[in-house]
């Protein structure tokens, strides 16, 4: 087959005008943190761009770039329809033309395709803002697709025979995940993880009773059901329920098994690795690295291939293998440095700079390195767009635990009320429970003056907490 040759994108480069790649990308940034977005853009991203090698973006920048200007299309902004390149949309297309069933995908894309919201029609987007909402909307929004499902999880007679899944019904669960990250993103785990569960039973539901499409709105829905069950399975990890995070994580990685899908797989794995670490399971934390970078490694994406690294040195960290650790966090650095990629799932958007450094403190601090934790903590605190307030609160408890452990007293004390200075915005027993072993550490101390502030203050947010 003949390479297609790149073809500069002079549209996108009008709009850019007299800025710089770097300036431009800082206002795709700005623009992001606008709408709730995270993308990890930079000039090397938007030379890319206007080279004409990201024929369409993923569905983040997509977003960022209609909000930037408004009343333009995608392809008033130089990009090509999404089912024209490379991707799910594009290679069903192809199957449908050329066989009367759908062949096995030897090579499926690392992210699901979107449609073109023109494409979908008035109720379709009243079905799917619906179901975003949760609660009892959420069961309003199943109800209207015909599925019978309740607030419990339904008997399997409740659920009506074989039906049509169509376009309306993967964005309905598409958009639940979204929907969630963001508001983990800014609030914590603890109250959103019961709610979430609706959505993800309508997922299986809908896999269970209904007959998709062959081609990309069948892995559409297979990698939404798979994804909003990580998504689930992470609330309840952050909220501390992992026995529920595992068999959450365990039903995705099934799912893309099913489905063929290694991206899904990898996520699934990615997560499977992160709760091991917290449940104490090293040796598991290392194995599902390890796999979940088995499943990445034709996926084109290596800040994927980094924060994989990251888990396999997290599970190293907590074995103690000093060695093996570092070789992982080199590696992590190594694929970072490479840049963002349009193959990047949309998930990792919470991957940047910040985690990287989070990351390598919790390696640091399982070594017992309290001082060198604490400098790579700091570094994610000042780093971080405040916007994201869950992660922030996050990155400022891993630095007033560091610095605590090395004996920075006083400035664990001050770190440790500006997590408290979020705490009402956030609720995550993992943050809790991390302030609740700083406590621990500092109690010793608590006739110094700045310690014994600090832990008042605690016991007093503790005390209301506890009371509400």
């Known amino acids: 087959m003949a390479s297609t040759r790149a073809v500069p994108n002079l549209a996108f480069r009008r709009l850019r005008g007299r800025r710089s790649p770097g300036e431009f990308a800082a206002a795709v940034r700005r623009a992001a943190r606008e709408i709730g977005e995270q993308v990890a853009c930079d000039a090397r991203y938007i ?8 024929r369409c973006p993923n569905y983040a920048y997509e977003r960022v770039f209609l909000h930037m200007f408004p009343g333009l299309t995608l392809a008033d902004l130089g990009f090509s329809a999404r089912e024209s390149v490379r991707g799910r949309a594009s290679r069903a297309t192809a199957d449908a033309r050329t066989a009367p069933a759908a062949p096995a995908n030897p090579t499926p894309a690392p992210t699901p395709t979107y449609g073109d919201p023109g494409d979908i029609s008035e ?3 009243v079905r799917r803002r619906a179901f975003m909402t949760g609660g009892t909307a959420s069961v309003a929004a199943v109800a209207s697709l015909g599925i019978g499902i309740g607030i419990g999880a339904a008997p399997a007679a409740a659920v009506p025979g074989p039906r049509r899944v169509g376009e309306a019904e993967v964005s309905a669960l598409e958009e639940a995940v979204r929907r969630i990250r963001l508001l983990d993103d800014r609030h914590g785990a603890d109250g959103l993880y019961r709610r979430a569960a609706q959505p993800l039973r309508t997922a299986y539901a809908l896999l269970d009773a209904g007959t998709a499409t062959r081609g990309t709105t ?8 798979g994804e909003l069950a990580i ?4 609330l309840a990890h952050d909220s501390g329920r992992f026995d529920d995070a595992r ?3 365990a039903e995705a990685l099934a799912t893309a098994r099913v489905a063929g899908d290694p991206a899904l797989e990898a996520h699934a794995f990615c997560n499977t690795s992160f709760l091991a670490r917290d449940a104490g399971r090293h040796r598991e934390a290392v194995r599902a690295a390890q796999a979940g970078r088995r499943a990445a490694r034709d996926l084109g994406s290596p800040r994927l291939l980094s924060l994989l690294a990251l888990r396999e040195a997290g599970g190293w960290a907590g074995l103690a293998d000093r060695t093996a650790c570092e070789q992982s966090l080199g590696q992590a650095h190594s694929l970072f440095e490479r840049g963002p990629s349009d193959s990047d799932p949309e998930w990792m958007s919470f991957f ?23 400098r790579h ?8 767009d405040p916007h994201f307030t869950r992660n922030l609160a996050l990155y400022r408890a891993e630095l007033a635990v560091d610095l605590a452990r090395s004996g920075s007293l006083d400035e664990a004390s001050a770190a440790g009320h500006r997590v408290l200075d979020l705490m009402d915005e956030v609720q995550s ?3 809790q429970g991390m302030l609740a072993g700083m406590v621990r550490v500092l109690l010793p101390r608590r006739r110094t003056a700045d310690v014994g502030a600090f832990l008042d203050r605690h016991a007093s947010t503790a005390a209301t907490a506890h009371r509400v």
């Open 123 to 125: 109720e379709s987007d």
């Open 247 to 249: 068999s959450h994580y």
């Open 47 to 54: 030379g890319r761009v206007e080279a004409g090698e990201i």
């Open 218 to 225: 069948a892995d559409r829905l297979h990698a939404s059901a």
């Open 231 to 234: 998504s689930v399975g992470w």
């Open 352 to 374: 940047g700079e910040p985690e990287l450094q989070a990351l390598e403190a919790q390696c640091r601090a399982a070594l017992g390195d309290w001082s060198t934790a604490a």
């Open 429 to 431: 027993s993992r943050i």
């Open 377 to 384: 903590a700091y570094r994610a605190t000042v780093l971080l």
